[in-house]
C-alpha cells in the first residue's frame, strides 16, 4: 500500500479543536483539503504527521502555541480605549467583535478585535487572533495520496 512521502499531494480531512473539545474547524469528505506537502500555508506540524501515513489511516497531533499560525498571546495587542469614542449605536460587551481601522504601512486597513473588560470609561481590545495562545489539536485523517 502506498504511503505519504515528502512532495507528494494529498487529500485530507480533519477537524481542529482545543483542550476544552469546543471545535475551531472542521474539513470534510465533501469538500476534502488538497495541498502539496512543503507548501506554504499549512501548519509544519500537520505536514510531518502526514509522511509515512497511508490511505484511510488517521492520526492525531497537537500544535503548541509557540509551534502555530497563530503564535502566542501578545501584551502589546491589547489598547484601552474611552468609551466615548464609541457611538450610541454600539453597546460594549465582553466577547463582541468589533472592526477596528488600523493604520500599516501608510494604508488604513479593517482589523477585528475582540472586547475584553469593560471599566466604568474605557474598554479593552484585544487585537489576538481568538486561537493565540491555545494549544491546537488536529484529527487528520488521510483520503488520497497523488505521488509527485
Known amino acids: ?37 512543503g507548501e506554504e500555508g499549512i501548519p509544519k506540524p500537520i505536514q510531518r504527521i502526514l509522511v509515512g501515513m497511508q490511505i484511510g489511516e488517521m492520526r492525531k497531533v497537537r500544535i503548541e502555541p509557540e509551534q502555530g499560525e497563530f503564535g502566542i498571546r501578545r501584551g502589546d495587542l491589547l489598547q484601552e ?26 494604508a488604513t486597513h479593517k482589523v477585528p478585535a475582540t472586547i475584553v473588560e469593560i471599566k466604568s470609561d474605557s474598554i479593552m481590545i484585544d487585537y489576538n487572533h481568538p486561537l493565540a495562545g491555545h494549544p491546537l489539536n488536529y484529527e487528520i485523517t488521510l483520503i488520497d495520496i497523488i505521488k509527485d
Open 1 to 37: 500500500m502506498k504511503q505519504v512521502e515528502k512532495k507528494d499531494t494529498v487529500t485530507v480531512t480533519l477537524v481542529g479543536s482545543l483542550d476544552n473539545e469546543t471545535v475551531f474547524e472542521t474539513i470534510d469528505k465533501s469538500d476534502p483539503l488538497t495541498f502539496t506537502l
Open 81 to 106: 480605549i474611552p468609551l466615548a469614542q464609541f457611538s450610541d449605536k454600539i453597546e460594549p460587551k465582553i466577547g463582541l467583535i468589533l472592526s477596528m481601522d488600523v493604520e500599516s504601512g501608510g
